[in-house]
């Protein structure tokens, strides 16, 4: 009797948590996806239209902004184009030799093994922030300032991707396979290459993915080190707006920028999607 | 023979020197150097002003001494900390209750692959056009304000942006917004770890989910809920894209949104060596004992 | 193709006409362009048939002009797209590249952008300028453009040439320009170090409909009696006010006003000073927030330039003729400019706004071309005429200006045809610039930034925002002091 009439509670009280739950969630679905929309709709619009107030309804200036934007006094094209650049180079460089690194750690019993691994660890969380003012110095001594270089090099050094690929290599990597192919008569650098990478793929893609939308996005550094207009990337671009200047009126424009650095990200992600909501799982510890 | 193989495997060890070459060598140009002339500036009088250049001249340690005297540094500090909270109480607060939910067989939910991409949308979007967009949505005359007089909540437009509260609390939004869904997902892959026996054991004992929740999977939730706690913390230490965008450098209103890399930003900017490499040995102390806390807290194994 | 041709062939014989004028005898620069243009026109006549020919000669000369030894890249270091869509227009011989580069004759000219807010422009120039004597010749800064907020900086300095030192002459070449354009490029020691095409010179520029609806009349004298001086125009704001307009977009509207008529400069022996009309400028605004007579707008937001349109109820801004041209939207529908809807008058203070003055740096390896550019850009007749009628810069020419004023064809139709010009010249001669000094751009725009906190609320004083103010231009220039 008395579990008869608890079952029925937590039968109904599942339902009523069911709804509660879907409210919460459409609500936090909502407030995530709010801003994009009416990033769109505005986008759509005239700035005359714009000065008028917000309505729902997108409007039929898309190709006219876009034109503007095109023609507008930023390169907005080509720091899309530097954006992939910085972007594409870096996540390569950073997946490869992060991979690499964590190999000679994990497969090779070296005496300095311990203390490279416990090193590695123990400058992860250091901000690159704090490092900037030594980094801006070093590069114009270098004569590397307005040079992506400086944006895309230091990427091969990422102890946060390291950690991750050296968790992976744990979990999947044999070290009879190695082995094997060393009797093969396979040399190092070929194994590397040929058997470890292969394996690492799913770990690999993650990072990458990663690594690109984390260079995508970084503002600190290419804003100290990019000067020209032509090589700046697009989040600096973005800054741009912000600043003021005489020649940056039309908001049909600014709306159609920003949407112009937001959405093709967006298509990406819906297309990856399930990689990376995997990826963040899979590495548990990241960042 | 077993002299042969051992020679063998030292000389095939001799390759873990070969692939770190290129992590060191690039980390100790680009990350060492920097690190060591950042902390040799910061005892220097150091400056350019105008097309003069003022210094380098040593000092000690009176760079610090201005920083931390002047009580600056532990305003922004504070704006800092204050945005982080804000951002980071609903954070913690929704991810424990969705990772919960998504975790909950009894539950059942649909569409959960769809609600897990759209909350983890917004932590992909670049934070310059994140803030930029935020900026332009809430000016007097944006949409939002439209929107607000339209459905009558206002009478005349609310001036987000010059309201202390409505700044940081905007700036703390952004952050919720941007992180949620990224910790939704580390919570409910801690979730996922508990042994599934317990909640059985517990459901049999007749405990209610709330009951679950509190005495079973938080408990157990402990040291990834540090972890994130930290991290975050660490991250938050770094705030800097969506404030310095949305207030366009200056921290405003009444400063009260510089975060700490903002002020370390606006003495690089100037080329105030010596003053900005002080304020980084600073910031570079403090998260150095944060980390320290994170490592001994994921009790992560060198040894292995 | 014949139009081409003719400019082309004008820029060549000028530049002859020019160089030969420069060694010891003073031509008056309006003769010799007359003279070179005559002999264009000649020559086009001689030329029509065999434009090729036309064509291919004038290459030649402007190859010969422009000095055999001289280098072959013109840099040129500005913050936007101004400068480079005059020289684009009316550069005779540019050809246009792309966004950034562009060809006179075969020199390659670069335009180097760097945007001038939070002062990212001026610490460009700070790095970039001392070392281009070392820089490697194609590398090298041929001429760099700056704004009067801090052009003494550059003008007190090594690194700008003194335009006697590229050839011109500036008691006989610029006699015809107004002497504060003069008055804020030259050095201690009286040497001038470069040259602008305009004469910012500013007034209120009015909602006509506004005024009609308030003051009864849309006439500039009506509306100047009720805007003469700072009182009359706060009580001004108030009746506007009751009408649903605010009297400015925004507080710093009106900062220009004040500022540009200071009795201290903003930094004295090293010491930064709030000037008496600042303070008061302080004051007004704060009575005229608290009062819902105007907001704390940043100047171009999306916020202040609602009132170009007549939903935003704004009743005035302040600003040169520039300012309705190129940003109060005179080609979007339904905006008061494009129905020509503004009216200007002088308003409460004669102030500035604006203005690029043209410099040549030292380590230019292209003085004759750099010369030519200045001289043709800002002393000539032709160009600086077809810049009025393009662009609407109040250009800086006493007799060209005093020719405009009085030619009922110059009406502008975003101030629904009044003739600004005679306005324009009047304030030009007022302006007095001996108060300005090196740190100007970036005292304005933190003083403006810090008593928005103010006016706001969000300082509880006068002194917490002076506090944080002090607080910011320490940070931006660590040499100077504060209380």
Known sequence: MDKDYRKKESGSSVRVRRIIAYIVLILLAFLCLVWFYILFINATRSHQELTKGFTPIPSSHFGDNFDGMLHSTQPIVKGMVNSLIVAGLSAILCTYFSTMTAYAIHAYNFKLRKFAYTFILAVMMIPTQVTALGFIQLITKMKLMNNFVPLIVPAIAAPATFFYMKQYMDSVLSLSLVEAARIDGAGEYLIFNRIVLPLMKPAVAVQAIFTFVANWNNYFTPALVLKDEEKKTLPVLIAELRGADFLKFDMGIVYMTIAFSIFPVIIVYLILSKNIVGGVTLGGVKE | MKKKSRSKVVEYNKWGYIFLIPFTLVYVIFQLIPLFTTIWNSFFENYRSGLKQIGPNFIGLENYVKILSSGDLWQYAGNTLIMWIIGFIPQIFFSLLLGAWFTDPSLRLKCQQFFKTVIYLPNLIMASAFAMLFFTLFSDSGPVNSILLQMGVLKEPFSFFSSVAATRLLVGFMNFIMWFGNTTILL?????????????????????????????????????????LITSLIGGLQMFDVPQILTNGTGDPARSTLTMIMWLNKHLYSKNFGMGGALSVLLFIITGVLSIIVFKMTGTDTSK | ?????????????????????????????????????????????????????????????????????????????????????????????????????????????NWIITPSDDNAYQNNLDTVLPENLDASADDKVDIFLMEADYALKYVNSDVTLPLTDIGINPDTDLADQF?????????????????????????????????????????????????????????????????????????????????????????????????????????????????GETNTYDLWSDDWNKGFYPDGKVFCYFGPAWLINFSMAPDQEGSIANEGGWGFCVGP?????????????????????????????????????????????????????????????????????QNPYGLLEEGAEKVDMSNISDYDQGCNEEFQNALKGYFDGNYASYDDAIAAFNKAIVEKYPDVTTD
């Open chain 2, 188 to 228: 409910m892959a801690g979730m996922m770890g508990i042994d599934q026996s317990l909640f059985e054991a517990a459901e049999v004992d007749g405990a209610t989910s709330n009951q679950i929740f509190f005495k079973i999977t938080l408990p157990l939730l402990r040291p990834i809920l540090i972890y994130v």
């Open chain 3, 1 to 109: 193709m014949k139009k081409k041709v003719l400019s082309m062939l004008l820029a060549s014989t000028m530049t002859a006409a020019m160089l030969a004028g420069c060694g010891s005898s003073n031509e008056e620069p309006a003769a010799a362009t007359t003279a070179a243009a005559d002999a264009a026109t000649d020559a086009v006549t001689e030329a029509a048939a065999t434009t090729e020919a036309a064509a291919a000669e004038t290459t030649a000369a402007v190859e010969d002009t422009a000095a055999a030894d001289e280098g072959k890249v013109l840099n040129i270091e500005c913050w936007n797209t101004e400068f480079q869509s005059r020289i684009t227009d009316h550069y005779p011989g540019y050809e246009k590249v792309d966004d950034t580069t562009g060809k006179i004759g075969d020199v390659t000219v």
């Open chain 3, 179 to 291: 002497q504060y354009t003069k008055d804020i490029v030259t050095d201690s020691n009286g040497s001038l170090k470069g040259a602008s095409w305009q004469a910012c010179s500013a007034g209120l520029i009015y909602n006509r409909a506004a005024a009609k609806e308030v003051l009864g009349s849309d006439d500039p004298e009506t509306v100047q009696e009720a805007v003469k001086d700072w009182d009359t125009f706060n009580a001004t704001a108030a009746k506007l006010k009751d009408a649903g307009y605010t009297i400015t977009s925004s507080v710093n509207d009106t900062y220009r006003v004040y500022s540009n008529n200071v009795t201290t400069p903003w930094v004295k022996d090293g010491k930064v000073v709030v000037d008496d009309n600042i303070k008061k400028w302080v004051d007004d605004s704060k009575e005229l927030v608290d009062a």
């Open chain 3, 349 to 417: 203070q004669s102030f500035y706004w604006g203005g690029t003055w043209i410099a040549a740096a030292a380590g230019t390896d292209n003085p004759s071309l750099v010369k030519d550019i200045i001289l043709t850009m800002t002393t000539d007749q032709d160009v600086l005429k077809e810049i009025v009628e393009k662009d609407y810069d109040c250009v800086n020419s006493k007799s060209l200006l005093t020719s405009l004023a009085t030619d009922d064809s110059f009406g502008l139709p975003v101030l629904g045809g």
